[in-house]
């Protein structure tokens, strides 16, 4: 009871905090998901165009909304760095950003590397593992995805092969492997975009090819 009662009265402290420096106290409930619309956008320390600014910040980052003021959106980057930004310069997911804008942002992203080495256990630029390359382009867009192939098997919500959308993740068992061992992110058109060990280097090949046919194990909305 007494840690019950100190979180309350925690709470109940940083909501009279915020209304006392005219700060509305809203929440990631309130606003799950942003993404930045603009080039070189100031971050900052706190609301309002006098104060610090902590770093630029590029189109097409997906953000948290953690709270916001009187034209300014409180907000955490996928690195976990938190500010204060324009709200001219953020549109919410559930208003003004389609699934579909992200997803080719995704598809867009991801098919930079093709042809950058498959490494194993690598997750850079400098090449990718299966995985490795999945999350780093997940990463990018706000969205931490497990590391293995097989953790990415259970992420988000599970979608029929006959239901993929451009982004999803698909997933495969390859190699005699009882257990999922493979992922790639599907891209349109019966394709998909993943790093090959197989051809040494990240690819795109058909779904409907007969390996990828008899190895495919799964699909996964993660967005």
């Not at 971050?43 to 916001?68: A, C, D, E, F």
């Not at 992200?102 to 690598?122: P, Q, S, T």
């Not at 990828?212 to 967005?223: C, D, F, G, N, W």
């Amino acid at each position: 009871m007494k840690k019950c009662g100190k979180l309350i009265l925690s709470v109940s402290v940083l909501s009279a905090s915020l209304m006392l420096s005219g700060l509305s106290p809203v929440f990631a409930a309130s606003f799950p998901r942003g993404i930045v619309t603009g080039n070189h956008v100031n971050l900052r320390v706190k609301p309002g165009l006098q104060s610090k600014v902590i770093r630029q910040v590029n189109s097409k980052n997906v953000v948290s909304m953690l709270g916001n003021t009187k034209g300014w959106y409180n907000i955490k980057l996928s690195d976990g760095t938190k500010g204060w930004m324009s709200s001219t310069y953020v549109s919410l997911r559930d208003k003004n950003v389609s699934r579909a804008g992200v997803e080719r942002d995704i598809v867009d992203f991801a098919k930079r590397f093709l042809g950058v080495g498959y490494v194993y256990g690598g997750s850079s630029e400098k090449g990718f593992d299966c995985s490795g390359f999945t999350s780093y382009v997940y990463k990018n867009f706000g969205v931490n995805l497990p590391r293995t192939a097989a953790g990415q098997s259970t992420a988000g919500t599970a979608v029929g092969k006959n239901d993929l959308q451009v982004g999803d993740l698909v997933l495969f068992k390859t190699l005699g492997s009882s257990k999922v061992n493979h992922a790639g992110i599907y891209i349109g058109d019966g394709n998909f975009i993943h790093s090959s060990s197989g051809s040494g280097e990240v690819r795109i090949d058909s779904l409907s090819s007969n390996y990828y046919t008899s190895h495919y194990a799964t699909s996964r909305h993660v967005l």
